[in-house]
T-cell receptor, first 114, second 113 residues
Framework: NAGVTQTPKFQVLKTGQSMTLQCAQD?????MSWYRQDPGMGLRLIHY???????DQGEVPNGYNVSRSTTEDFPLRLLSAAPSQTSVYFC?????????????FGDGTRLSIL | DAKTTQPTSMDCAEGRAANLPCNHS???????VYWYRQIHSQGPQYIIH???NNETNEMASLIITEDRKSSTLILPHATLRDTAVYYC??????????????FGQGTILTVHP
């Protein structure tokens, strides 16, 4: 198993550009989520999905869209990049949140918005 | 989700056991205790979790007090590669905070040769 795979690892964008951060898992996990990590602020939940076709907002969803068309993939879209979205983005997945199963994280995407 | 309190930093000699404490006095009955660590700027790495009973896996042991208000993560034989920030997180299985993990400041564990 590759676990949780995030691409790209690094990206630089200009303000106003759009892009998609990819996240894929090969563990047949039903739950997937996106976090951002900023210095001194810990990780904050952006969006999550409890299964294919189902998504919901976390605590900082503004400026981001997600979709879950398959169990394996959970892409995060930045609609119009802003400097405030400069951050490290982590994707995580879990077999079952309802039974307390832990989440496993990818290695992150480091995104800079100029 | 319940708030956790951890020491800001701890030191440990290589080869010795590292015991990392965590207070979670407001934990509720359906909340699990999770431990993660983050090395440099890598993704958080899951270590262990538990609900009521003590747990052990290949990485660590988790001791939860009987009243569940505190816990201790034990790394039995710390190595230099265990130097990281360790996060104690309390989260419910489902509910309104569905799956959300609240990462606080954590404990910076430094393992010395």
């Amino acid at each position: 198993n590759a676990g949780v795979t995030q691409t790209p690892k690094f990206q630089v964008l200009k303000t106003g550009q759009s892009m998609t951060l990819q996240c894929a898992q090969d563990m047949n996990h039903e739950y997937m989520s996106w976090y951002r990590q900023d210095p001194g602020m810990g990780l904050r939940l952006i969006h999550y999905s409890v299964g294919a076709g189902i998504t919901d907002q976390g605590e900082v969803p503004n400026g981001y869209n997600v979709s879950r068309s398959t169990t394996e993939d959970f892409p995060l879209r930045l609609l119009s990049a802003a400097p405030s979205q400069t951050s490290v983005y982590f994707c995580a997945s879990s077999y079952s949140i309802a039974s307390g199963q832990p989440q496993h994280f990818g290695d992150g995407t480091r995104l800079s918005i100029l | 989700d319940a708030k956790t309190t951890q020491p800001t930093s701890m030191d440990c000699a290589e080869g010795r056991a590292a015991n990392l404490p965590c207070n979670h006095s407001t934990i509720s009955g359906n909340e699990y205790v999770y431990w993660y660590r983050q090395i440099h700027s890598q993704g958080p790495q899951y270590i262990i979790h538990g609900l009521k009973n003590n747990e052990t896996n290949e990485m660590a042991s988790l001791i939860i007090t009987e009243d569940r208000k505190s816990s201790t993560l034990i790394l039995p034989h710390a190595t230099l590669r265990d130097t990281a920030v360790y996060y104690c997180i309390v989260s419910s299985a489902g509910g309104t905070s569905y799956g959300k993990l609240t990462f606080g400041q954590g404990t910076i564990l430094t393992v010395h040769p």
